[in-house]
């Protein structure tokens, strides 16, 4: 069982940068793959990005790629998601996953342990 808690959101200015964290409970965490997914208002929750149980493979999705940075600490059981040059359009609640996958994965079903979520906001 791995228990997951996201912090690191708020309120930033288009253009501004915000560094998300999943800290996850558990001696295992090195032995899952971890995503960051986001859900805007009125629309499905959509991948963001992905890293396998090493840290050395990493997925983006196209819309935040050059933008965002994904990286671990199996140390100290965290996950981050470094957020630069933010746009009005990445204003979502995004959610750190966990699944005991190879490597890392670009579907939501890959993941069996979800997060609460963190907003975050960024106005024009």
């Known amino acids: 069982q791995v228990q997951l808690v996201e912090s690191g959101g708020g309120l930033v200015q288009a253009g501004g940068s915000l560094r998300l964290s999943c800290a996850a409970s558990g001696r295992t965490f090195g032995s899952y793959a971890v995503a960051w997914f986001r859900q805007a208002p009125g629309k499905e929750r959509e991948f963001v990005a992905a890293i396998n149980r090493s840290g050395v493979t990493t997925y983006y999705a196209d819309s935040v790629k050059g933008r965002f940075t994904i990286s671990r600490d199996n140390a100290k059981n965290t996950v981050y998601l470094q957020m630069n040059s933010l746009k009005p359009e990445d204003t979502a609640v995004y959610y750190c996953?966990?699944?005991?996958?190879?490597?890392?994965?670009?579907?939501?079903?890959?993941?069996?342990?979800w997060g609460q979520g963190t907003q975050v906001t960024v106005s024009s």
């Open positions: 996953a966990a699944g005991a996958v190879a490597g890392p994965s670009r579907v939501q079903y890959a993941y069996n342990y």
